[in-house]
């Protein structure tokens, strides 16, 4: 819908074909027994780079949806207690020194780092379409490539400033949505604790999926057609120039030109002919991928007490989790999870009374064995350990429960091995580095989303949108 928007801007007609019968992709909603889920994304953090991206249409955040700021951030459980992130950097200087002296001030010296980076990572090499190293070869960038520690990795850096593990845990855990290890991840992407700490953890009213209401809105404000219910069979190539998208149920919509919105493997290793793929099987293979997720939808029928919106739960061991999805690419034995109450804060997605849930479990993406009892396995061992923090049963509290994980990415996504957020940040997958968002051999196919730049996330895939159309607009005239 970004892309969409961009390109109606810029005086084209624009049509979207979706395989759903409502918008959003992976970001959609749905109801059931009175509750509302949000079925993706549930973190709204970078509030600029939605206010930037409603700005370019003349329009602002809060024409189409109201943001609440979360107080806490999130509260992480550990295995010896709960600790809230509070919202305000001062209350988080004072809980940091209490448990290293010396923190806060060195917690100050990170978020100047942190704000640098993001301040030029962000105008400087997110909104690059990554097709040359020319694009690079800017006096700021230049000048503060030592500064923006690219070959630097988040675990060495944060170790330089922290030396307790509760400390360095809480400032390496923004990279788990970078889809990486922190050893393995970039310094760089310190701007993430930028992003935490300083423009902070907010809440869309309604669900994050006001925020996919609002975009449909604007593109349809913008003259955009959307056609539901499409799930496109493949794409008519002819001397290098597709021509035509065919549906399943026969339809053939011509366009000048294409932009791919699904998952990029798909597009181009099941919707082209074999002649026109830029990447090889193997070449895919040898990727290396953000994690999976294993999700949950429950409603309670009751309250849990004194809980908050957003909850990790780090009572376990990080490094053997993040060995099962990495390294051995296994089912975790003892996992790490995440737990959304939206109802915390929105009393409108549940029936009064009760209880919205969202979990979530990083798994490695293409795992084998996505089983109904692997995935009740899994949901026991989250709710005996919701049970020993917070001292509710939510098993005897279950009005409605809905799991969903590899299989059903692959079945409504078409994601490559079932993948839940696309390449993971590494330095190798970086910039050009990332599946070009421009086909090397079809001349006017483009492609947005998580699997090319700038990457994974729901700011990324709006900036992702705005960066495709401005090279097709480059490339082609309206």
């Known amino acids: 819908m970004s892309a969409a928007s961009f390109m109606a801007r810029e005086g084209w007609q624009v049509q979207v074909l979706e395989k759903h019968d409502i918008p959003g992709g992976r970001a959609r909603q749905f109801s059931s027994d009175g509750f509302t889920f ?18 370019q249409f003349g329009r602002k955040v809060s024409d189409y949806y109201e943001l609440i700021r979360l107080d806490p951030s999130y509260r992480i459980y550990w295995n010896d207690g709960p600790m809230d992130i509070p919202a305000s950097y001062e209350e ?3 809980l940091l020194e209490s448990l290293e002296p010396g923190a806060a001030a060195r917690l100050d010296d990170f978020m100047r780092e942190a704000e640098y ?10 909104f690059k379409p990554g097709q040359s190293l020319g694009e690079l070869i800017d006096p700021e960038l230049i000048r503060g490539i030592f500064r923006l520690d690219v070959f630097n990795s988040i675990k060495r850096h944060v170790g330089k400033y922290f030396k307790h593990p509760k400390i360095r845990q809480l400032m390496e855990f923004p990279v788990i949505f970078l889809g990486a290890r922190p050893q393995d991840t970039p310094a760089l992407y310190s701007l993430m604790n930028y992003a935490d700490i300083k423009l902070g953890t907010w809440y869309p009213k309604g669900g994050m999926y006001s925020i996919v209401e609002g975009m449909h809105r604007l593109a349809t404000e913008l003259g955009v057609t959307f056609h539901f219910g499409q799930n496109v069979k493949n794409i008519e190539v002819e001397s290098g120039v597709a021509r035509c998208v065919v549906t399943d149920d026969g339809q053939r919509f011509e366009a ?3 932009i791919g919105g699904a998952d990029y493997h798909h597009v181009e290793q099941h919707l082209l002919p074999a002649e026109y793929r830029s990447h090889s099987e193997r070449w895919w293979d040898r990727r290396v991928m953000a994690p999976g997720s294993l999700l949950y939808y429950v409603g309670l029928d009751t309250r849990i007490p004194d809980i908050p919106h957003h909850m990790l739960f780090f009572d376990v061991p990080f490094d053997p989790h993040a060995r099962d999805i990495y390294i051995a690419k296994q089912w975790p034995e003892k996992p790490l999870f995440y737990l959304c109450a939206s109802s915390v804060t929105d009393q409108s997605v549940a029936p009064e009374g009760c209880e919205n849930l969202f979990f979530l479990i990083p798994l490695a993406a293409g795992l084998d064995g996505d089983t109904e009892d692997v995935r009740e396995k899994y949901f026991d061992m989250m709710a005996d350990r919701l049970m020993q923090h917070t001292g509710t049963d939510i098993r005897k509290h279950i009005r ?6 590899h299989r059903d990415f692959i079945e409504d996504y078409n994601a490559f091995k079932g993948n839940a957020y696309g390449l993971a940040n590494t330095l190798l997958q970086t910039a050009h580095l990332k599946p070009s968002c421009r086909s090397s051999k079809v001349k006017n196919l483009f492609y947005t989303g998580q699997l090319t730049v700038p990457g994974p996330g729901v700011p990324p895939s709006l900036i992702s949108g705005e960066v495709v159309a401005g090279q097709a607009v480059k490339h082609f005239q309206a």
Request: with cysteine; aromatic share 22%; proline share 5%.
């Open 117 to 126: 980076k993001y301040r030029v990572g962000i105008n400087k090499l997110v």
């Open 256 to 258: 000048d030109v294409i």
């Open 400 to 405: 409605y429960k809905r799991s969903y994980c």
């Open 92 to 94: 988080l200087c004072e």
């Open 38 to 55: 949000d079925m993706g994304p549930s973190w709204y953090w970078m509030p600029d780079v939605f206010e930037r991206y409603f700005a």
